[in-house]
């Protein structure tokens, strides 16, 4: 057979952000080749993302968990199956079923989640299974639930290209969700009298198609809504038939949401009261309004009042579930909504129905003929890891997270596993923060090899499909949850494939449902695997009534209430718990950056996606800097209450003053201390249980480093080398790996310490000038290494590491370059902005000095933004800076001043 013969396409669905793009997978002799947005999927319509495009660059087989391990030996699976289910058996006899936890992920395909829910709670006994998405969306669920009666999202994709007004708050979607703010950008485009209004302490990169952007003070977003509330009730704004006909508690909401007025908001909010009045104005006399959130409203202690705040203007002007209106949450990882259907929470039931209602509890045991059914509901997240350390839970088993890192609290979370007396870890990465705490870790299989099905923010259910083999020993979730509950001894776990699971569950959805739960797949109640194969993106309800799905949902005006009707709640707003003072006097917000996901343990790999930003910053107000005498990229320190971190920092005139920003997602494989969670405080939501993650409150202070260095490693070395400076941090690169290091105690014999490091045998040179020291390592006439040290900070260009690197015999003159620390001006490119077509910042600023004065001119000459469209909005900030942009933001204040 040709090669083009055994080549084949495989569909699947993104592995990172909730929007689901669909995906185009090319497999070739058994391995994927190349992949590429699917046209037809309706999240993307070919689209993909700067992290979708590199997917592939991401599954190799480095840090790979390829067989499962018992106390770090290596056993076979049956020894392992049979060891955490005698564990587990021996935990729940010794102290009862609540003294075992899963703690599971919205990375999981709903397959996965299913069985582990049915596991815990029907068979167990125990609701203790909670999410990751529980630090991610529950805010948003908790208030659509206390609102409509059910957990549904009223909106669709569709609704951002035909609304008239969007407002996007607490969300950077240009950088979390980039394909769905392309077609916001194509919508606006469409439709130029479409408004934008970003709503956000920082003035972050989503801001460029806005056209009312209010920096609003952090914490603060229940007093804006409740304010517009307010405004729209004095403003002839509501919609009083829709308040009559199919809601009920209006007169509480708005009796709490009087005192704000425009004023108030003003004040409390830090807004301009022009600018306030003109963007309530607009909600009021705007046919489509589509409210559009995501973390930033839901990590917070007031989480879900925040989320219902939003829910309360749309119920009270009926700009609710007809097309382009409504309250759009957005959720974070790809499959946070199908952990939502089959009750991944540990207050909820499979099915979208609920722990606390006997009748619900009654129907899901007799469906699943089950021992038995939990009766009351499990540890959220946080009280999880709590109840670990009070040693009320003995036994834990973490798949697909990485807690580690993610949740607030690190020491915390870390004391709570080295009490827990039995840790077990399915995961497909060999290392990461948390499998170092694992007696038992487990191979699951990876994106590419994994099987099932997705739903994404839209309700839409897309299959992910095992495009290749698994790699080793590794096994789809749902099988090693299989395979441990009949090794306890349960019956009801024989499935021979992922699509008996899903049947399974899209028959619980549709049993004694009678129209009372709008989540209802039941259509899917006798697929065949090869129905199941075939499977396109659809979105539910799909069942008798909607056999091909349903866009939007209580158009009707009847929601899944006891009354039918959507209840309001009045909002009085909370400050954030975690307060700034004298001794932290900044606030810590976080969040992700364009080209990263979670903790790295993917996205870490792919030199395409540490381009962008190859280290942790923390963003801190330039006159915040001045005043500290922190300059730009100096190494700071950072503490709170809870722990301390050390990163660079990056002076950023877009963060509101004595507020501060820093990324989610390094942790200790990737730097010696820079995990942002470590500075929260374990403070969470009491409804949701979501932690707040976006109101820390920290002190700065200036570093003792008297030496700072670089090491850069070509490919064949980088697994041995090792350091362990007192500050490092290290990144994938094109051509191996490079770190950062600094030291209090300089290391006076560099060479010697560069040979302990790397223990590269090669032809070693060195070269001082002053305090700074260069050092070059070759092989056979090759670049293996090289490091400079020196007392200050050094910066290099990547593109002349790149050249230096890709040299099959380095030239003399270029390792005389290499060690003066000089080149020419060729490889001076800056800061990569384009990480499809490899465009540095200064070629950009060159063009739009020469002339290029839109986003697609600079593509044109340069390519940038001409692919996954992920920069151009960075694109439109350096056309901003350096050139005439036609964007024109209303209401920048606390940027102007500082100008
Ligand atoms: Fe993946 Fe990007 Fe699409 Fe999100 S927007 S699903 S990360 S390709």
């Known amino acids: 057979m040709s090669c083009s013969q055994s080549s084949h396409i495989v569909q699947s669905t993104c592995a990172y952000c909730g929007v689901g793009c669909g995906i185009d997978i090319t497999i070739k002799n058994g391995k994927a080749s190349g992949l590429e947005g699917t046209m037809e999927h309706p999240a993307n319509f070919g ?17 790979r968990l390829l067989e499962p391990q018992i106390n770090n030996q290596t056993v076979d699976w049956s020894t392992a199956t049979s060891h955490v289910a005698e564990k587990f058996a021996q935990i729940i006899k010794e102290h009862g079923p609540d003294a075992v936890a899963f703690y599971v992920s919205g990375q999981i395909l709903t397959e996965d989640y299913y069985l582990a829910n049915k596991l815990m709670k029907g068979y167990i006994g125990s609701a203790n299974i909670d999410t990751n998405s529980r630090l991610c969306m529950s805010s948003a669920v908790a208030a659509y639930k206390r609102s409509f009666g059910e957990d549904v999202v009223p909106c669709s994709y569709d609704d951002l290209d035909s609304t008239e007004l969007l407002l996007i708050t607490g969300s950077n979607a240009a950088w979390t969700h980039p394909v769905l703010y392309q077609r916001i950008e194509r919508a606006k485009k469409r439709n130029p009298a479409m408004k934008i209004v970003v709503i956000d302490p920082r003035k972050t990169a989503t801001c460029q198609i806005a056209d009312y952007f209010l920096p609003i003070k952090p914490g603060t977003d229940a007093a804006f809504f409740n304010g517009l509330l307010n405004y729209l009730s004095a403003n002839n704004g509501l919609n009083n038939d829709y308040i009559e006909q199919h809601t009920q508690g209006f007169e509480a909401a708005l009796l ?44 917070s202690n007031s989480g879900t009042d925040k989320c219902q705040s939003i829910i309360n203007c749309h119920l009270a002007t009926g700009k609710i579930a007809k097309d382009g209106c409504g309250p759009f949450s957005i959720t974070g990882q790809p499959n946070a909504m199908g952990g939502r259907e089959v009750g991944g929470l540990s207050n909820q039931l499979a099915a979208h129905m609920d722990i606390e209602n006997p009748e619900h509890r009654s129907t899901v045991q007799r469906f699943w003929q089950s021992p038995t059914i939990a009766d009351k509901a499990g540890y959220k997240a946080i009280d999880l890891f709590d109840a670990m350390d009070e040693g009320k839970i003995k036994a ?11 949740l607030p609290d690190g020491k915390k979370v870390a004391r709570a596993l080295n009490k827990c007396e039995f840790v077990v870890v399915s995961d497909c990465a060999e290392n990461n923060d948390t499998l170092d705490f694992a007696d038992v870790k487990l191979p699951a299989t990876p994106w590419l090899e994994k099987n099932g099905t997705v739903t994404n923010s839209e309700r839409r259910i897309s299959r992910q499909t095992n495009a290749i083999a698994p790699n080793g020993q590794a096994k789809h979730d749902w099988k090693i949850i299989a395979e441990v509950a009949t090794a306890m001894g349960f019956s009801g776990f024989d499935y021979s494939h992922a699509s008996e699971v899903f049947r399974e569950f ?29 499977l396109k993106p659809v979105q539910w309800p799909v069942n008798n009534t909607y056999p091909e799905g349903k866009k939007r949902v209580f158009e009707d005006g009847q929601f899944s209430t006891a009354s039918g009707k959507a209840l309001f709640f009045p909002i009085s707003p909370r400050q954030p718990r975690q307060k700034t003072s004298e001794k932290f006097p900044f606030r810590l917000n976080s969040g992700r950056l364009r080209d990263q996901w979670h903790t790295m343990s993917r996205t870490g790999k792919a030199s395409q996606l540490t381009a962008h930003t190859d280290k942790c910053y923390l963003y801190i107000n330039p ?11 100096e190494i700071v320190n950072i503490s709170s209450d809870t722990g301390q971190a050390s990163v660079h920092a990056k002076l950023d005139k877009n963060q509101r003053p004595d507020e501060c920003f820093m990324p989610i997602h390094w942790n200790k494989q990737f730097a010696s201390s820079a995990n942002v969670s470590n500075l929260y405080a374990s403070i969470a939501d009491p409804l949701s249980g979501q932690p707040e993650l976006k109101h820390g409150a920290i002190a700065l202070s200036k570093t003792a480093f008297q030496q700072f260095g670089q090491l850069h490693i070509s490919e064949d070395f980088i697994v041995q080398t090792q350091i362990t400076n007192e500050f490092w941090t290290k990144a994938r690169t094109s051509y191996g790996m490079s770190f950062q290091f600094a030291n209090t105690q300089p290391e006076t014999d560099i060479l010697h310490w560069c040979q302990t490091s790397s223990q590269i045998s090669g032809e070693w040179r060195q070269f001082s000038q002053g305090d700074t020291q260069y050092v070059v390592c070759l092989q056979a006439g090759r670049l293996a290494f090289l490091c400079y040290s020196s007392a200050t900070n050094l910066s290099i260009e990547n593109a002349w590491l790149k050249h230096v690197f890709s040299q099959k015999i380095l030239l003399e003159q270029d390792i005389q370059s290499l060690l003066s620390g000089t080149y020419s001006d060729e490889f001076a490119q800056g ?12 070629d950009i600023i060159s063009a739009i000095k020469a002339g290029s004065s839109s986003v697609e001119q600079l593509g044109e000459h340069l390519k940038c933004g001409t692919n996954c469209g992920s920069c151009k909005p960075e694109l439109s900030v350096l056309l901003d800076e350096y050139g005439i942009n036609s964007t024109e933001i209303i209401n920048t204040t606390f940027i102007a001043e500082l100008a």
């Open 506 to 534: 899209a028959q619980l959805s549709g049993f004694e449902n009678n129209g009372t739960r709008v989540f209802d797949i039941s259509a899917f109640s006798t697929i065949t695997p090869r129905q199941y194969d075939r």
């Open 831 to 842: 800061k990569q902005i384009c990480s499809c077509f490899n465009v540095g910042e200064k």
């Open 396 to 406: 834990v088993w973490i798949m697909a997270t990485n807690p580690m890192v993610s």
């Open 256 to 299: 709490a949401a009087k005192k704000w007025s425009l004023a108030e908001v003003s004040a409390y909010c830090d807004l301009d009261q022009q600018t306030l009045a003109c963007v309530y104005q607009l909600f009021a006399d705007t046919e489509k309004v589509l409210s559009f959130y995501s973390m930033g409203i839901n990590q």
């Open 47 to 63: 689209q993909l993302c700067v992290k979708g495009s590199n997917l592939l660059a991401t599954t190799d087989l480095t840090n």
């Open 623 to 633: 006159v915040d800097a001045a005043r500290l005498k922190i300059v730009d990229d």
